[in-house]
């Protein structure tokens, strides 16, 4: 697949151009934490501010609903963005081009402020529209959404002969993603974790397609585990998943995709720091306690499932990485993948913070900003956001 990039958008001096930027960052009282999706997108801004562009950026925060929420304006992120790109930044409250004032870089509002956003409404779209002489995709975490700023809106520019483009960041990202879905050095192991268990299953089963081996730990273990029919405590369980699952295991198998489960966990009446902690066999965990973390010998065989990969895909701590007595698993794995030769990709906020969290950030070849879009991608999916910028030419 190609896309057409910043090199397509042509002369831009003197132009609004609208970037879609995924400045989705954590807020804590009102100020930024990580910042990593801020600095993710200057690259595109500086470049399209250097070829003398005025720049309109807008971004979806949280999900405030289609209604105003004061806790999610995006002034905390302007003042980031102002600071990153050593330029006056003005941030909207409301999203009027009326009061679009003069300046090099305009923050909107909010996107999801307005229930168009989410619902990829054509008037809203047009709305947006209006501040727009040219406009830049740069949010590779939405282009799987289907939302008015990503799908509705580039569609009506390209309709008015306007350009739409992908930025730097969206372009990297398809380049890296791309080779591991088409062409990636075997062999390729993926690694799945986390918590949002229900996005991810539907995930596994493409991704047998593609892969040697699949290694599962964190929370969505549970839901394999159970469907094999082991006991898993307390631990989170989709119930009603646990047919798609077990079919997904077993197609897996069948194509030779080795699978790996925990075998043992790290378990305790409650997530919570002080709690006692046991470790037990994963496909028994006694009533009453849940599986927070894999045991060492899970360790041990995740590690060595990992030492000779060609390539490996990370989404997903390995456990409540978040607390030090559930922490170990999700260290252990960073380390496996820093030390690996693999070409490594990794997805998903939290695995990325655990990494971060873990100084191993720069060990891997690329660090994903988008968690469900790089899985969706990976699945092999259209996806709404980078269908429009697909270069027909
Ligand atoms: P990512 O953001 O990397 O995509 P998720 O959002 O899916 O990952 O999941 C991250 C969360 O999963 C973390 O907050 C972590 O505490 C939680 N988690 C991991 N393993 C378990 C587990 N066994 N039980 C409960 N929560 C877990
Ligand atoms: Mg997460």
Redesign the pocket.
Known sequence: MTIRTLDALGDVAGARVFVRADLNVPLHDGVVGDDTRIAAMVPTARELLERGARLVVASHLGRPKGTVVEDLRLAPVGRVLAERLGTRVTTLDEVTPDTLPNDDVVLLENLRFDPGEEANDVTFAGALAEYADAYVDDAFGAVHRAHASVAALPELLLASGRRAVAGRLVQREVDVLGRLLHDPARPFVAIL????VSD?LGVIASLTERVDALVIG??MA?TLIAAEGGKVGA??LEQDRLDDVKSALTAARERGVTVHLPSDVVAAPA?EAAAPTDVVAAEAVPEGL????IGPATIAAFTDALAGAGSILW????????LEPFAAGTRAVAHACAESGAFTVV??????AAITREGLAGAFDHLSTG?GASLEFLEGRSLPGLAILEDDA
């Open positions: 974790g986390g918590a949002k991810k964190g929370a549970f631990s989170l997530i849940m599986g927070l973390d989404n997903g701590p390995m456990g409540v990485f978040e997805g998903g906020g939290d695995s990325l968690g």
